[in-house]
């Protein structure tokens, strides 16, 4: 089946620290692969994605790379910023004739000033 | 703004009532979601429309009653609830066709 699986936070750390949240998948197929992010208060918003393997993702100084081989999407920053406090959630997609997407639990970063 | 609105942001509701959530987006996309977020739990699937058929219902408790009228509106009517249905509803939409989801911000459910 299908399933998503990141680490487990609340993840804190000082401005400035570099950033890793774990992301690792199974999946039947070649699905494409997400990471979203929640704000207090929000709904999710599209963070990156990739859809084959190798490809890497990038967005506001985030990037994750598709590696097959691991089954792995790590998300990763090299300075975040007190604005980068949010949930982060891992997702999958199989696309069959609509879009189902599996998600991670959320890992929940909290950057301190 | 994501495109994808959805009303009302809070409700707070008892266990006899019968309320109704909204979802409305314009963004052109032919499928539509609804979500529960929970404490602590992955987000879960609830119903999907594609083409305003539901293609989905993840053994969801009849107290909740999809409704899709066309593809820019989703409704989740709700129920004699249980307590343990507070949570956030998120509705999404999307292409058929192409990845990624367009997310609302989300009803934050509170059943007393």
């Known amino acids: ?113 | 703004e994501t495109g994808v609105t959805q009303t009302p942001r809070h409700l707070v509701m008892g266990m006899t009532n019968k309320k109704s959530l909204k979802c409305e987006q314009h963004l052109g996309h032919n499928a539509m979601y609804w979500y529960k977020q929970s404490a602590k739990k992955p987000l879960e699937l609830m119903f999907v429309y594609s083409l305003e058929e539901r293609v989905e219902n993840n053994s969801v408790p009849s107290r909740f009653s999809p409704e899709c009228p066309n593809s820019s509106h989703l409704f989740l009517h709700l129920h004699t609830l249980q307590p343990e249905d507070s949570a956030l509803y998120l509705c999404a939409s999307s292409h058929r066709d192409s990845y990624g989801y367009t997310f609302g911000s989300g009803t934050r459910l509170t059943v007393v």
Not at chain 1, 64 to 88: I, M, N
Request: with cysteine.
């Open chain 1, 1 to 113: 089946g299908n399933s998503v699986t990141q680490m487990e936070g609340p993840v804190t750390l000082s401005e400035e620290a570099f950033l890793t949240i774990n992301c690792t998948y199974t999946a039947t197929g070649y699905p494409s692969l997400f990471w979203y992010v929640q704000y207090p208060g929000e709904g999710l918003q599209l963070l990156l994605k990739a859809t084959k393997a190798d490809d890497k993702g990038s967005n506001k100084g985030f990037e994750a790379t598709y590696r097959k081989e691991t089954t792995s999407f790590h998300l990763e920053k090299g300075s975040v910023q007190v604005s980068d406090s949010a949930v982060y959630f891992c997702a999958l997609s199989t696309k069959n004739n609509f879009n189902k997407f599996y998600f991670g639990s959320g890992t929940k970063l909290n950057v301190k000033p």
